[in-house]
Nanobody, 126 residues
Framework: QVQLVESGGGLVQAGGSLRLSCAAS????????MGWFRQTPGKERQFVSA????????LYADSVKGRFITSRDNAKNTLYLQMNRLKPEDTAVYYC???????????????????WGQGTQVTVSS
């Protein structure tokens, strides 16, 4: 089992940048594919990005491709999401998640992830 805690959210102007972090408990962080999702009120949780266990494979939603970069530091049990050129439509609660499926692969569906953090709010003003 793994526990996840996100941080780094906040208020930023359009065009700005933020870096989210997700700290994982336990010594098995490298055993999980990790993902980022986001959610706005009244809408389903939406896939943002995923990264395989050693970072050799990444996957991004089309809406963030070229602007967001996901990475991980297995020695620090931490997942990152560098968000650049932010837009008002990026405003959401951002969640990190861990998948117990084959960590050599990436996944984009919420039902492929088994552990979730509590979320961190990102607000982009126009």
């Amino acid at each position: 089992q793994v526990q996840l805690v996100e941080s780094g959210g906040g208020l930023v102007q359009a065009g700005g940048s933020l870096r989210l972090s997700c700290a994982a408990s336990g010594r098995t962080f490298r055993s999980y594919t990790m993902g980022w999702f986001r959610q706005t009120p009244g809408k389903e949780r939406q896939f943002v990005s995923a990264i395989s266990r050693i970072g050799g494979s990444t996957l991004y939603a089309d809406s963030v491709k070229g602007r967001f970069i996901t990475s991980r530091d297995n020695a620090k049990n931490t997942l990152y999401l560098q968000m650049n050129r932010l837009k008002p439509e990026d405003t959401a609660v951002y969640y990190c998640a861990a998948s117990s499926y084959d960590p050599a692969h990436t996944y984009s569906r919420t039902d492929e992830y088994h552990y979730w953090g509590q979320g961190t709010q990102v607000t982009v003003s126009s």
